[in-house]
């Protein structure tokens, strides 16, 4: 009888328009009165035209202000509210590419609601929407009708940092079948507040290799991309003193004590110097510089993309460069940076390529139009990948 009463009453408030569950009904209840511009039905943003002109949505009756701001653009643009209390914004035509974007609404910034596509991190400063504007053909970081390879997550034990921390690993196209065969190792690292996923996420590294290996551009090879911090940013107290070059200490013991030897145990890689390359991106660039250009026994590829150099310390972080150079040369078989001419660091790689000329050290300084953003490096993934282990 208690189930017949619940449908019921659950029935009737259904029926009834006026009276939600819940609320005081009778003669003498209030009466109700309708939402000043009700939304009626989803919004839909972000919306692209077929002529690539984008138009965001934002259902916010109560807002009053609400700007958009994305590497699409410069500065933010307000958007327009109709008498439906939702807020509209077009812009465009745009280039087809992967961008980030936030709204700021009465003074907040935030992510797009209606949008399920978000940039995430190790700190919430890392969150944005992403807006991905297809272009006429497939670009180089999508998706294709080629053989793919895996992205695997696994979890080691790091004895250096005394926690149980994770690494991804992209396998190319064809390694579990490929019996006794061993592949060389580019160790990869992310950015500030990034983490281990975001070269996948965001980097789209996996689609890029497999594109370039259909492509007969590029040897094989594994790709091993650690959490770059030594503990995550968001712990204050957990983060080492002494900034960017203590959190690169740290995490280098991790590196060469924990994260290469579980490579070696459980993968089929090479396990010597000409078979192993380090780059990395932003914070991950001065990581792969700092540890590569003082292991050569452990790398002969080096790569350092939008890196955060510190000019003043070159002679400090790079004694090996100053003090051999002829002995670097020999050593490594590509010495790779690659920065933005809108970046802001752009001063400081221009500033690093000088100090190894001055060096006499040879290396490639490749310079593209673009900020400190994804659409960049993903792009020096694309030029940087096909000149490693030419040697093989």
Not at 7 to 29: E, F, I, K, M, W
Not at 182 to 194: D, E, I, M, R, S
Not at 209 to 238: E, Q, R
Request: net charge neutral.
């Amino acid at each position: 009888m208690r189930l017949l009463v619940v449908c019921c009453t659950l029935v009737g408030c259904v029926l009834s328009s006026t009276s939600p569950c819940g609320a005081q009904q009778g003669p003498n209840a209030p009466p109700v009165v309708a939402r000043p511009n009700a939304i009626a039905g989803p919004v839909r943003s972000p919306e692209i035209s077929t002529d690539r002109h984008v138009t965001f949505r934002l259902a916010a009756p109560a807002a009053s202000s609400v700007a958009l701001s994305g590497e699409f653009m410069r500065g933010t643009q307000p958007f327009v509210k109709g008498a439906d209390g939702v807020w509209s914004v077009t812009v465009g035509p745009l280039t087809p590419e992967i961008y980030a974007y936030n709204f700021t609404i009465d003074g907040v910034k935030t992510i797009d609601p209606g949008n399920f596509e978000v940039k995430t991190g190790s700190t919430a400063s890392t969150i944005e929407s992403i807006l991905e504007v297809p272009g006429d053909q497939p670009a180089f970081y999508d998706a294709q009708r080629v053989p793919h390879g895996e992205i695997r997550t696994v979890w080691y034990d790091s004895k250096s940092l005394n926690s149980i921390r994770r690494v991804t690993i992209y396998t190319p196209p064809g390694y579990d079948s490929s019996g006794k065969k061993k592949y060389p190792v580019l160790y990869l690292f992310h950015g500030a507040n990034a983490d281990e996923a975001a070269w996948t996420r965001l980097g789209h590294v996996n689609l890029i290799l497999d594109n370039l290996l259909a492509a007969g551009k590029m040897k094989p090879f594994i790709v091993v991309m650690p959490f770059g911090y030594p503990s995550p940013p968001s712990v204050p107290t957990a983060r080492p003193a002494g900034g960017l070059s203590s959190v690169t200490e740290e995490f280098s013991k991790d590196l060469l004590g924990d994260v290469i030897p579980y490579v070696q145990v459980h993968y089929r890689v090479y396990t010597d110097r000409d078979h192993r390359a380090i780059a990395g991106l932003s914070m991950g660039g001065i990581e792969s510089l700092q540890i590569g250009l003082n292991h050569f026994d452990q790398f002969s590829y080096v790569g350092g993309f939008s890196a955060a150099v510190t000019p003043a310390d070159f002679p400090k972080t790079f004694p090996g460069v100053i003090a051999n150079p002829q002995s670097v040369n020999r050593q490594l078989h590509l010495l790779w940076i690659g920065c933005g001419t809108d970046d802001g660091l752009f001063g400081a790689s221009t500033s690093f390529s000088k100090f190894l000329d001055d060096s006499q050290v040879k290396h490639t300084f490749y310079k593209i139009p673009g900020a400190h953003t994804w659409i960049v490096w993903r792009q020096f993934l694309n030029e940087f990948a096909p000149q490693l282990f030419r040697a093989d």
